[in-house]
């Protein structure tokens, strides 16, 4: 599966819209994206995954470019409790998840 | 989106004792289930993958013989910390997924925190 890169940190003012970028730029075509994120001391919360179309959800909307070498996870209104690490993960024919550092997104009254 | 549990949530043994940690699915079968480990402030990595009525997968560097993992039915796999030492406090976590194509999805558990004495 292709590697993924995130910036380690970030923040973001309540209410705002969190934009976290992902850089997959090996990604092959039959590789979909897949957003997790982890508050602490839970298990990782799914959020949405994607081939190539932008998608959205009652959480998120997951914006990949058309070259497919970078994704954006957007949270259009964030709140405090969106506060958590949040993986991008390339998943292709394998079952399981290969999980990166992630990026810590602290939401900030 | 599908629920998985853990059991139990947080356990504290004896160095040499041996635990026991349950992953359910409870809405879904799932053939496969895999566990993971978590130390404080890293990732997650992948220690094994359960498969229903067939041996574990192990990861490289991860003793089949420490960790026993037993996959008995479709919604219940279990892991087995034999022989605990104070370096295997750890958070471990459970995911499940149904069989299907290429695409889905998989469940957390909300993980079991092991401290070891």
């Known amino acids: 599966d292709a590697k993924t890169t995130q910036p380690p940190s970030m923040d973001c003012a309540e209410g705002r819209a969190a934009n976290l970028p992902c850089n997959h730029s090996?990604?092959?075509?039959?590789?979909?994206v897949y957003w997790y994120r982890q508050i602490h001391s839970q298990g990782p919360q799914y959020i949405i995954h994607?081939?190539?179309n932008n998608e959205t959800n009652e959480m998120a909307s997951l914006i990949i470019t058309e070259d497919r070498k970078s994704s954006t996870l957007i949270l259009p209104h964030a709140t405090l409790r969106d506060t958590a690490v949040y993986y991008c993960i390339v998943k292709g024919s394998a079952r399981q998840l290969t999980f990166g550092s992630g990026t810590q997104l602290t939401v900030l009254p | 989106g599908a629920v998985v549990s853990q059991h139990p949530s947080r356990v504290i043994c004896k160095s040499g004792t041996s635990v026991k940690i349950e992953c359910r699915s409870l809405?879904?079968?799932?053939?496969?289930m895999f566990w993971y480990r978590q130390f404080p402030k890293k990732s997650l990595m992948l220690m094994a993958t359960s498969n229903e009525g067939s041996k574990a997968t192990y990861e490289q560097g991860v003793e089949k013989d420490k960790f026993l993992i037993n996959h008995a039915s479709l919604t219940l796999s279990t892991l087995t910390v034999t022989s605990a030492h104070p370096e295997d406090s750890s958070f471990y976590i459970c995911s499940a997924s149904e069989p299907g194509h290429l695409g889905n999805e998989q469940f957390f558990g909300p993980g079991t925190r092991l401290t070891v004495l």
């Open positions: 090996t990604i092959s075509g039959n590789e979909y």
């Open positions: 809405d879904f079968q799932a053939t496969t």
């Open positions: 994607g081939l190539k």
